[in-house]
Structures are given as C-alpha cells and as structure tokens.
C-alpha cells in the first residue's frame, strides 16, 4: 500500500494523490496536518528520503520565520521536534511506497521515481 502524506489545500499534494490513484494503486492518506507525524516517524521518514529535516522544512511559512528557522543551528532531533510540533512546515506530499521507498512529490520526475 502507497500512503500520501497530504495536504488537500495543496496544488502538488491534489495532483500527486490523483497521479497515484489514478496509476491503480492502493493509496491511504494521511492528513498530516490533522494527525501529525510523531518524532520518530520523521526520523524514520528522513531516513528513507536520505535527508535531514532542513531539506523538507518549508522556509516561507510565516511560522518559519517566527521560529527563526533560516538562522537556527542544524541540530537533527530539534529540527524533527519543531516539525512534529510544527507540521505545517513540512513539504508535501510526501509518498511512502509499501516496498520501503519515499519521495517528497513536489514535481512529476519525483513522483515518477514511483510509479
């Protein structure tokens, strides 16, 4: 089974989930916005993207810049922390494949790594 990580307010988000849909897989969907990821599963999310917290962190949230993100020090588990209290932080969609795999879908190369 393919879980999306969405945002249905999302343009990227709304293309990706009808992309997977539409391909004739099972898909589940996980607002995340509604049910926020715990720590450990970014962790665990971060490491199947092969990326640090930084890297999937929306920088021009306005609550980005009220936690001063662009000047904060690159420490992992507080980065993770901010963005399991956070979420709406974290780029979407993110697409996790029952094979293990994951993407952040933001553009249709990334999202055809999958399908």
């Known amino acids: 089974m393919t879980t999306v990580w969405h ?3 999302c343009s990227k988000s709304r293309t990706a989930l009808a992309a997977l849909t539409e391909s004739g897989r099972e898909v589940t ?3 995340y916005l509604d049910d926020p990821p715990t720590s450990a599963e970014l962790s665990e999310i971060l490491d199947l993207l092969g990326l640090q ?3 999937i962190t929306r920088m021009g949230e306005d609550r980005a810049r009220e936690l001063g993100l662009a000047s904060a020090p690159r420490e992992r588990e507080r980065w993770i922390a901010i963005l ?3 979420p709406v932080l974290i780029q979407r969609p993110i697409v996790l494949t029952e ?3 994951a993407v952040v ?3 249709g190369e990334s999202l055809e ?3």
């Open 7 to 9: 945002n249905p307010r």
């Open 29 to 31: 969907v996980r607002r």
């Open 53 to 55: 917290p930084w890297d």
């Open 84 to 86: 399991a209290a956070n």
């Open 99 to 101: 094979d293990g795999r």
């Open 105 to 107: 879908a933001r553009d």
């Open 113 to 115: 790594e999958l399908l």
